[in-house]
């Protein structure tokens, strides 16, 4: 079930208090109180960084003439974007896969799963900005505001010696038996040896991989441009498709039941109007 993002971090109250505001500073000092940055936003270059991408997504949504239900919903967009990015690393794929998974919960009336609130074209105008702006420059953003630790590990053992139990006489093994026990404990230390191997070389090589296809794909942000627009609009012409079939489909069940319930009603009726002559 999806969560609805309108008036999620700016209500209406605050877009109009931000709307009279008489220029930038005021703006991004208004918007600073509302998003509790106030101290940050002044002695934290990140917070300022922050605050700038906050107040270009406001200055696109009023260009695009947006009301303020959709201005709430694109700003929460955005900034849920950029803090599940940083927060989980996301690689610049992955990261607008989840941007694109909050705007379509957002552009398709069918609740409760998702929320009308942007037209298809719309849908498109905000990915392009996210695409010129955010997307572009993504790995700066992901070098500002990622955060870096240093893990300083030592290990410590504790060595307590016991005196070997010796077993019984009546159980010792002659030589034959002794040779053929050791030689099962060996041969199951190196099967248990050779499966460890294996298994550190395949997870070794699918790290390798792993680390090949984001190094590969944050390579080619053009690349990745054209083909999440292509994707994106074949995704949305056929997801309009199947709703619009689907509610056709629920439509004529809904009239072939009431059209039923009215045939049953009018038989009730004309034999109870039989009866009563009878």
């Given at each position: 079930m999806a969560k609805s993002l309108v008036w999620c971090d700016l209500t209406k109250e605050h877009l109009l208090d931000l709307e009279a505001s008489a220029d930038?500073?005021?703006?991004?000092?208004?918007?600073?109180?509302?998003?509790?940055?106030?101290?940050?936003?002044?002695?934290?270059?990140?917070?300022?960084?922050?605050?700038?991408?906050?107040?270009?997504?406001?200055?696109?949504?009023?260009?695009?003439?947006?009301?303020?239900?959709?201005?709430?919903?694109?700003?929460?967009?955005?900034?849920?974007?950029?803090?599940?990015?940083?927060?989980?690393?996301?690689?610049?794929?992955k990261s607008f896969e989840y941007f694109r998974k909050l705007l379509l919960q957002h552009s398709v009336q069918r609740p409760p799963y998702s929320v009308g609130v942007y037209s298809f074209a719309e849908v498109q105008t905000c990915t392009t900005y996210m695409l010129d702006t955010y997307f572009r420059h993504y790995k700066l953003f992901q070098y500002c505001f990622t955060k870096r630790y240093t893990l300083d590990m030592s290990i410590a053992t504790t060595t307590l010696?016991?005196?070997?139990?010796?077993?019984?006489?009546?159980?010792?093994?002659?030589?034959?038996?002794?040779?053929?026990?050791?030689?099962?404990?060996?041969?199951?230390?190196?099967?248990r040896i050779a499966a460890e191997e294996e298994a550190a070389r395949v997870k070794a090589e699918e790290e390798r991989e792993a680390l090949l296809k984001a190094q590969y794909e944050a390579a080619i942000p053009d690349e990745i441009h054209e083909r999440v627009q292509a994707v994106l609009s074949e995704k949305m012409v056929t997801l309009k498709t199947e709703m619009d079939e689907q509610f056709h489909k629920q439509e004529e069940g809904l009239l072939a039941k009431i059209s039923d319930l009215e045939a049953?009603?009018?038989?009730?009726?004309?034999?109870?109007?039989?009866a009563a002559a009878a």
């Open positions: 930038r500073a005021e703006t991004e000092k208004k918007l600073a109180r509302i998003l509790n940055m106030q101290h940050a936003h002044i002695e934290n270059s990140r917070s300022s960084l922050l605050m700038e991408m906050y107040f270009n997504t406001l200055k696109f949504a009023k260009t695009k003439s947006f009301s303020h239900e959709k201005t709430s919903a694109l700003f929460s967009i955005v900034k849920m974007t950029h803090h599940h990015s940083v927060d989980e690393r996301l690689i610049i794929a010696e016991f005196a070997p139990t010796l077993p019984p006489l009546g159980e010792a093994l002659n030589q034959e038996a002794w040779d053929a026990y050791q030689a099962d404990i060996k041969q199951k230390e190196d099967e049953q009603a009018a038989a009730q009726a004309a034999a109870a109007a039989q």
